[in-house]
């Protein structure tokens, strides 16, 4: 474990050697120099989010990554898995394709891993960069009256929303972007657990105003870094498609504020089964258990990779 005095070393270093090391990416970008036209949009997430968290930790700020490393080192795998889910979805949907990716399967898979690695940590970053900022941290609301009856309808929406999608793909896809929330979200409440819909119901609606404004922010950041990007993503939504910001039609950006609370439900939902899993289970049985859902976790990985490959991926380039 570091010390307090080497953490903030290493914030400083990271504060200077970040924005040259983006600077230099960019530079490799716009000169055509491999790997910064390939994996440029890894270099630019990973840089944002290590600057970010150095700033925090600079700054006095809750830096996850200073204060909780081997929580936010836990999140990588989660942040992974979230995002294959969406990425099953379009399986079905469609709603994006990814061009000039590298032909080598292990160099093409490691680029997943360490592409949606950066989702949920570049969205939660940003949350608490916007709460230190102070954003919305003195929002108060009427509190939110939340029964019984109100939670299960929910639940039922939400099921609803991410089955349509799948029958309905050309009509329903922008639902699967509201399905988790209105699924999960009653779950968290029930179990108390950080749960957006108890902030609201303490009248207090700062962290869902701080995670829409992250999601817009995100969604800022992936679709412009993506837009330079050789390796990148393309969208062929059924609808909506003009006029276009970057990549992205300018109504999908609609999508990014509540994907972002998406993430947010699903975070708390897997940590609440994992934190009573530790609880409720003996370590030997807590091990084995571990042991299974890694070795399930990985095939999944897997599987859903080369899905990504049959379904998702319409051109390649050489690395070497």
Same mark, same amino acid.
């Given at each position: ?8 070393? %290493? ?23 491999? $790997? ?14 290590? %600057? ?39 399986? *079905? ?5 990814? @061009?000039?990716?590298? !032909? ?10 360490? &592409? ?11 949350? *608490? ?18 029964? !019984? ?24 896809? $922008? ?14 409440? *029930?179990?108390?657990?950080?749960? @957006? ?15 829409? &404004? ?60 994992? !934190? *009573? &899993? ?43």
């Amino acid at each position: 474990m570091l010390g307090s005095n080497s953490k903030a070393a %290493l914030a400083a270093v990271l504060l200077a050697a970040v924005p040259a090391f983006m600077g230099i990416a960019s530079w490799g970008l716009a000169r055509g120099i491999e $790997p910064f036209v390939t994996w440029y949009y890894c270099f630019a997430w990973w840089s944002y989010i290590a %600057l970010v968290e150095a700033w925090l930790h600079r700054r006095g700020g809750n830096s996850e990554l200073w204060r909780r490393p081997k929580a936010w080192f836990e999140l990588l795998p989660v942040s992974i898995g979230v995002w294959l889910i969406f990425e099953l979805y379009n399986f *079905r949907l469609h709603n994006w394709h990814y @061009l000039n990716l590298p !032909d080598s399967t292990p160099v093409r898979w490691l680029g997943y891993s360490l &592409a949606f690695a950066t989702v949920l940590p570049g969205l939660f970053a940003s949350r *608490r960069l916007l709460n230190h900022l102070g954003w919305f941290t003195a929002a108060d609301c009427p509190p939110l009256v939340c029964s !019984d009856r109100i939670l299960t309808t929910l639940q039922v929406l939400g099921g609803l929303f991410l089955a349509a999608p799948l029958i309905w793909p050309q009509v329903a896809f $922008p639902w699967i972007w509201l399905g988790f929330i209105l699924l999960l979200e009653p779950l968290n409440y *029930r179990m108390k657990v950080p749960s @957006l819909l108890q902030d609201l119901a303490n009248g207090r609606p700062g962290r869902l105003y701080q995670l829409l &404004a992250a999601g817009l922010w995100c969604g800022l950041l992936w679709e412009f870094w993506n837009y330079w990007a050789g390796s990148k993503w393309v969208y062929t939504l059924p609808l909506f498609n003009r006029p276009r910001l970057f990549e992205m039609p300018l109504a999908g950006f609609l999508g990014f504020p509540p994907f972002a609370l998406e993430c947010f439900a699903m975070v708390s939902t897997i940590q609440v089964l994992r !934190d *009573r &899993a530790r609880t409720r289970l003996s370590r030997p049985t807590r091990r084995r258990l571990a042991l299974v859902i890694w070795v399930l976790v990985l095939l999944a990985f897997l599987g859903a990779f080369s899905g990504i490959d049959r379904f998702t991926v319409r051109s390649y380039h050489s690395v070497f």
